[in-house]
């Protein structure tokens, strides 16, 4: 059982907007920044959006990030079919002392 | 050009204690933590632990202490991960993660991973 929650999948058409959720607690989300990942099948992660809602250099702005209170969100706009992947919310943990994941979320563009 | 290049793949058996390595470049090494990430065969991401390879200091989750050693070695800016006492719930690919001047703060770039397979 991850510690921070997301839905184990979610999807959309070509050009959709979608998002996807996640909810932690005080410890992690709650005092912590946020940080999403994408991992493309068979592939490594990349760092998709950090620090709540930055995006490093070479991601496209149809990514964005927000936070509020305990939970956070990875907003994916005018959606492609090459975003078809897996997306892992992370923060530190305080309470823990340690980095948390949330379970993943598959995304399939129909 | 920061890359992580991670050594080959591995099979073990039950009790078996495996160490993989982690080459590093295109940046200063001692600058920026590093992180061993666990993600088992069609499972999510689990953090494994850090180290600062300016100090060797380590932080591990809770979960791995204790079957978990994660060095540097800033003569070939290389970091490693040894896991003992396998078991096959340990089959999985391990990656190592470049992290930032702050444990806290994200890791950006990530190894290919390192299949670790564990069978009697």
């Known amino acids: 059982q991850s510690v921070l929650t997301q839905p184990p999948s979610a999807s959309g058409t070509p050009g959709q907007r979608v998002t996807i959720s996640c909810s932690g607690s005080?410890?992690?989300?709650?005092?912590?920044?946020v940080n999403w990942y994408q991992q493309l099948p068979g592939t490594a992660p990349k760092l998709l959006i950090y620090?709540?809602?930055q995006r490093p250099s070479g991601v496209p702005d149809r990514f964005s990030g927000s936070k509020s209170g305990t939970s956070a969100s990875l907003a994916i706009s005018g959606l492609q079919s090459e975003d078809e992947a897996d997306y892992y919310c992370?923060?530190?943990?305080?309470?823990?002392?340690?980095?948390?994941f949330g379970g993943g979320t598959k995304l399939t563009v129909l | 050009e920061v890359q992580l290049v991670q050594s080959g793949a591995e099979v073990k058996k039950p009790g078996a204690t495996v160490k993989i390595s982690c080459k590093v470049s295109?940046?200063?090494?001692?600058?920026?933590?590093m992180h061993w990430v666990q993600q088992a065969p069609g499972k999510g991401l689990e953090w494994m632990g850090l180290?600062?390879?300016?100090?060797?200091?380590?932080l591990y989750a809770e979960r791995f202490q204790g079957r978990v050693t994660i060095t540097a070695d800033t003569s070939t800016d290389t970091v490693y991960m040894e896991l003992s006492s396998l078991r096959s719930e340990d089959t999985a690919v391990y990656y190592c993660?470049?992290?930032?001047?702050?444990?806290?703060?994200?890791?950006?770039?990530w190894g290919q991973g390192t299949l670790v397979s564990v069978s009697s």
């Open positions: 992370a923060a530190w943990d305080d309470s823990l002392n340690g980095w948390v």
């Open positions: 993660a470049k992290g930032h001047q702050s444990p806290r703060l994200p890791f950006d770039y």
């Open positions: 005080s410890s992690n989300i709650g005092s912590n920044t």
């Open positions: 295109g940046y200063t090494f001692t600058d920026y933590y």
């Open positions: 620090r709540n809602n």
């Open positions: 180290v600062d390879p300016e100090d060797g200091e380590t």
